[in-house]
């Protein structure tokens, strides 16, 4: 079973060609296969499929085993994987997602390697059913959740998957793990939730730390790297085109009306094959 391992702002994957190969119960790969001490190791999977609707299907399962409609350093690996492999030959590739239909818009060089892609993520959606949050709000933007007696403001959207938004003026002393594990469980959150705490750095800078919903604390976080730029801007507190400081990278996320657009690059870092039961 061949694979192309990956990584886009230091969010790892998984990447196999399921247009030619087919497998089964995916779950179970993944959780096997994304283990860091005895698998190969990875924030989760994604198989290319084909499409009635669009030129391929992205298909995504987090390191836990549980299925993800969306992943967005995820889906800029994707792009890059099914060009380079040559499975889709166009710079311009819609790709069909648990979310819908993302657009990918490819970058490549002299050589034909893919060096930056930029993906049309849709439009955010701030309705609790639709995240979903458990309030009778029109929105949730600067609503308070305690965890362990003490209060929280957040601010929730679903860009790809559903994300809460902490906004931190002391981002280094916080303790993701701790908060993250706690808010993506609450009660609140009936599909559980992605956690991103950021700092605004000024109008066109901001770091973020996520906790992400069925893979734990990962180094950076595409849809949430949207997610926290978006609302954000909403409150009035950075520009339209914002570069955001993810542990593991730099990501440029530009709002245009009420779309979102992501740009970054993504990296094969190793070719291998393994044999599974």
């Known amino acids: 079973m061949k694979f192309n391992k990956m990584q886009g702002a230091g969010n790892d994957f998984l990447l196999f060609n399921g247009v030619k190969n087919k497998y089964e119960n995916y779950s179970k790969m993944a959780k096997k296969l994304c283990d860091r001490r005895y698998g190969v190791g990875g924030d989760g999977i994604m198989i290319a499929e084909k499409s009635e609707s669009a030129d391929i299907k992205m298909v995504y399962y987090n390191s836990d085993g549980s299925k993800g409609e969306m992943c967005g350093n995820g889906i800029r690996c994707f792009s890059k994987f099914i060009y380079e492999e040559e499975i889709v030959q166009k710079k311009e590739i819609a790709i069909e997602t648990g979310d819908g239909i993302k657009i990918a818009y490819l970058k490549v060089n002299n050589k034909n390697q893919v060096e930056s892609i930029t993906i049309s993520m849709g439009k955010a959606r701030l309705t609790p059913k639709e995240i979903p949050v458990l309030l009778e709000k029109e929105s949730v933007?600067?609503?308070?959740?305690?965890?362990?007696?003490?209060?929280?403001?957040?601010?929730?959207?679903?860009?790809?998957?559903?994300?809460?938004?902490?906004?931190?003026k002391e981002l280094d002393t916080l303790d993701v793990n701790f908060l993250g594990e706690r808010i993506e469980k609450n009660k609140l959150f009936p599909k559980n939730i992605n956690v991103n705490f950021i700092q605004i750095l000024d109008k066109n800078r901001i770091k973020i730390k996520t906790w992400e919903r069925g893979a734990g604390r990962t180094l950076a976080c595409g849809t949430g790297?949207?997610?926290?730029?978006?609302?954000?801007?909403?409150?009035?507190?950075?520009?339209?085109?914002?570069?955001?400081?993810?542990?593991?990278?730099?990501?440029?996320?530009?709002?245009?009306?009420?779309?979102?657009?992501?740009?970054?690059?993504?990296?094969?870092?190793?070719?291998?094959?393994?044999?599974?039961?």
């Open 225 to 277: 790297s949207c997610s926290g730029v978006y609302i954000a801007n909403l409150l009035g507190l950075v520009e339209e085109e914002v570069f955001v400081e993810t542990e593991g990278g730099i990501l440029i996320i530009k709002i245009q009306g009420d779309e979102v657009f992501m740009t970054g690059a993504a990296e094969t870092t190793f070719k291998g094959e393994v044999i599974w039961e």
């Open 141 to 168: 933007i600067n609503e308070k959740i305690n965890i362990d007696g003490k209060d929280l403001v957040f601010s929730a959207v679903l860009i790809g998957v559903p994300h809460a938004i902490i906004i931190s």
